[in-house]
């Protein structure tokens, strides 16, 4: 199983970035996907998470109305799209399979000018 995170970088408050995590190993198609985040001395959060087929979507309070999940099951991958980036969006994002131990190996985000 493989979860590989893509996407992250350094950006400008207001900016925006489109993570990527792509699967491998496993019917990724049967899986809830979700995007955690983990800033320096915080625990990890979650973030956003989507169902399988994609008709259903959930968002951390911080991030509603900036931040969007979705995917594409043909390609086996899961997206972040986030806008309007703040300071206190930095952290390492994460891709994990729920209900599972799928865990990818992370991306940085850093929101600074």
């Known amino acids: 199983v493989q979860l590989v995170e893509s996407g992250g970088g350094l950006v400008q408050p207001g900016g925006s970035l489109r993570l990527s995590c792509a699967a491998s190993?496993?019917?990724?198609?049967?899986?809830?996907m979700s995007w955690y985040r983990q800033a320096p001395g915080k625990e990890r959060e979650l973030v956003a998470a989507?169902?399988?087929?994609?008709?259903?979507?959930n968002f951390a309070d911080s991030v509603k109305g900036r931040f969007t999940i979705s995917r594409d099951n043909a390609k086996n991958t899961v997206y972040l799209q986030m806008n309007s980036l703040k300071p206190e969006d930095t952290a390492v994002y994460y891709c994990?399979?729920?209900?599972?131990?799928?865990w990818g190996q992370g991306t940085q985000v850093t929101v600074s000018s």
């Open positions: 994990h399979a729920l209900v599972t131990d799928y």
């Open positions: 989507i169902t399988s087929a994609g008709g259903s979507r």
């Open positions: 190993g496993f019917t990724f198609s049967s899986y809830s």
